[in-house]
């Protein structure tokens, strides 16, 4: 059992965790760590955290566990904060949707990758933010993907493990370069295709009518749309190499598809829809459509 | 009120019409055209319809409004058979989803596009289909596109417009070729987006790990690519023009993406995100994310 379990960022995903971890009897007390001293009392307030604090000393002292649930773009600067006050057997874990960049970060902080640091990614969210949309459900059958390197250790490893499944989560697995490959495809990718789309009506039918004609599918297509421009600005960025490798080989399959459109390729188009139709429904929940 | 309603092709567009029709009293009868006599027997067993008949003179003797509810790729070969058996004041109207293909083959059967025929487009779906699968409450406050013609009869119109309003739907109208552009981009560009995608997956990864990690995003994202691939295969014909145009246009910005990521122009990304999110939540239905 964690005795402190600190999470730095009390959003919807620390939220979720500090609330899940207590309620699970994974910790004892959860610590929440942030800068607006304010919004850490109201996260009290409302059952999320048990203390807060916006001094790092005070956040950390007697810390078990430590969670970056920070913006992409802020886990450098949380490292450096942390570097003076954590405990030396204290173990740190993150929750960011890059892995890649967070070892950079790590690296540059601390001179090479601390063994007590374990990468980490839930494959979880909400539309909604911050610790009012928090539940200690959150992570409940979800994967959540840890992407050690040879130099983490085995304990510290096993500690975060640990965590993720007290909470209900099904904890994988895989190289950080393998994670940032496949999360480009399958997440960031998506997010660039429907930020696109919306932005394709918005130039070719100005502000109304095209919207107006938008049927279910556009809905489902586009709901991700509506994701923080921050967050996915951060992602964009810290996965670059990996996002700019899927986009590229999607646009050579828009080409493909163009060809065989100009061509009025009916069974090209058939075989394509087809193998999509079949791929989706089987390794989709079956639960839903 | 429509004396005998028919439908040409029980599926889940035509038979929710006819179920819709004769329960608001906007007809006496409906009756089902079609192929398969099984079938047809199966709907009227299932109350869809009151009666069912594959010879088109006994389908269409007394008929006051006929509506074509296959798929695009069958609309001229039903214009070919309801031709000899059309009872002279009877309106036809369509639900396909693209019209200028629908009244090019109108004027290929008939010479030219007769003043009886009203081409129409219920915006309306279920990923389900066949007429198991249909229901009265199908168009209830969906819009209809209607494209008549400068040849088009008011009557004709008149008659087509009563009837998808007595079952609830919100009746809209715009030139074929507007309607052609504008369902391009809201609807068949994203159903060819969503299959590429789900194809880039499989190419990438093969056949499990990524559908894996796949999270929510990809599921609403790829949802439609479990759409039926014969309807689309179809639709994308049809519309060849307006959807290649789309295609272009929106390849074009994947460009424009793409030189933003590579010079990590994050305050481009972060303007492009935040204006997509703001004309999601703006434009589409408040009620749902």
Redesign the interface.
């Given at each position: 059992m964690i005795e402190r379990l600190v999470v730095a960022g009390v959003g919807l995903i620390g939220g979720s965790l500090a609330l899940a971890a207590r309620r699970s009897g994974a910790c004892a007390r959860t610590v929440g760590w942030g800068r607006d001293a304010e919004r850490l009392a109201a996260a009290v307030r409302a059952g999320v955290i048990d203390e807060g604090h916006t001094d790092p000393a005070a956040a950390l002292a007697g810390a078990g566990l430590i969670v970056l649930a920070v913006p992409l773009g802020a886990c450098r600067a949380v490292f450096e904060a942390l570097r003076p006050h954590r405990p030396a057997d204290a173990v740190v874990t993150d929750v960011g949707s890059v892995k890649t960049s967070v070892i950079e970060d790590a690296r540059a902080v601390f001179g090479a990758v601390p063994p007590w640091f374990v990468p980490g990614h839930p494959?979880?969210?909400d539309?909604r933010s911050g610790f009012g949309a928090a539940r200690a459900d959150l992570f409940h059958g979800r994967?959540v993907?840890l992407t050690p390197l040879p130099e983490t250790d085995a304990g510290a490893l096993a500690r975060v493990e640990a965590l993720w499944t007290a909470v209900g989560a099904e904890v994988?697995r895989c190289t950080a370069e393998e994670h940032d490959r496949?999360?480009a495809?399958?997440?960031h990718?998506?997010?660039?295709?429907?930020?696109?789309?919306?932005?394709?009506?918005?130039?070719?039918?100005g502000?109304?009518?095209?919207?107006?004609?938008?049927?279910?599918?556009?809905?489902?297509?586009?709901?991700?749309?509506?994701?923080?421009?921050?967050m996915?600005?951060d992602i964009?960025?810290a996965n670059?190499p990996a996002?700019?490798a899927?986009?590229?080989?999607?646009?050579a399959?828009?080409?493909e598809?163009?060809a065989a459109?100009?061509a009025?390729d009916?069974a090209a188009?058939?075989e394509?829809?087809?193998?999509?139709?079949a791929?989706?429904?089987r390794?989709?929940?079956r639960g839903?459509?």
């Amino acid at each position: 059992m964690i005795e402190r379990l600190v999470v730095a960022g009390v959003g919807l995903i620390g939220g979720s965790l500090a609330l899940a971890a207590r309620r699970s009897g994974a910790c004892a007390r959860t610590v929440g760590w942030g800068r607006d001293a304010e919004r850490l009392a109201a996260a009290v307030r409302a059952g999320v955290i048990d203390e807060g604090h916006t001094d790092p000393a005070a956040a950390l002292a007697g810390a078990g566990l430590i969670v970056l649930a920070v913006p992409l773009g802020a886990c450098r600067a949380v490292f450096e904060a942390l570097r003076p006050h954590r405990p030396a057997d204290a173990v740190v874990t993150d929750v960011g949707s890059v892995k890649t960049s967070v070892i950079e970060d790590a690296r540059a902080v601390f001179g090479a990758v601390p063994p007590w640091f374990v990468p980490g990614h839930p494959i979880a969210g909400d539309a909604r933010s911050g610790f009012g949309a928090a539940r200690a459900d959150l992570f409940h059958g979800r994967r959540v993907v840890l992407t050690p390197l040879p130099e983490t250790d085995a304990g510290a490893l096993a500690r975060v493990e640990a965590l993720w499944t007290a909470v209900g989560a099904e904890v994988e697995r895989c190289t950080a370069e393998e994670h940032d490959r496949v999360l480009a495809d399958t997440s960031h990718l998506p997010h660039l295709l429907a930020y696109a789309l919306v932005e394709h009506l918005l130039r070719r039918h100005g502000r109304e009518r095209a919207f107006r004609f938008a049927a279910g599918g556009f809905r489902d297509f586009s709901r991700i749309a509506a994701s923080d421009p921050t967050m996915w600005r951060d992602i964009c960025l810290a996965n670059r190499p990996a996002l700019r490798a899927a986009l590229g080989s999607y646009r050579a399959l828009l080409a493909e598809l163009d060809a065989a459109l100009d061509a009025a390729d009916g069974a090209a188009l058939y075989e394509w829809f087809a193998r999509a139709k079949a791929a989706r429904e089987r390794f989709c929940d079956r639960g839903e459509r």
